[in-house]
């Protein structure tokens, strides 16, 4: 099973992005989902992540702008992302975690937001 992830682009300072993941099967157990960044020369980051219970959690630096949601009958998690910044340019990567501690990785997609 893998992760598919869609949405990112070019967009301008202060645009929107909608990023989208779904699995191309079914993944048991999933307790968490969530997606992480990472910048040109920059470690992966945590972006935002959404338990099962709907409790959510951000980087500080996308508080406020960016939104995290899942659904649990398609097992996808989705990520809107508002008032866009240079710094938030990078390879998005979306993140399942089972109750079985198995990971799931995305493949990324590129955000590019221009000055």
């Known amino acids: 099973v893998q992760l598919q992830a869609s949405g990112g682009g070019l967009v301008q300072t202060g645009g929107s992005l909608r990023l989208s993941c779904a699995p191309s099967g079914k993944i048991s157990g999933v307790n968490a989902r969530g997606w992480y960044r990472q910048a040109p020369g920059k470690e992966r980051e945590l972006v935002a992540t959404i338990l099962n219970n709907g409790i959510t959690n951000y980087e500080e630096s996308v508080k406020g702008r960016f939104s995290v949601s899942r659904d649990n009958r398609l097992n996808s998690v989705y990520l809107q992302m508002n008032s866009l910044k240079p710094e938030d340019t990078a390879v998005y990567f979306c993140?399942?975690?089972?109750?079985?501690?198995?990971?799931?990785w995305g493949q990324g997609t590129l955000v590019t937001v221009s000055s």
């Open positions: 993140h399942q975690k089972t109750n079985y501690g198995r990971e799931y």
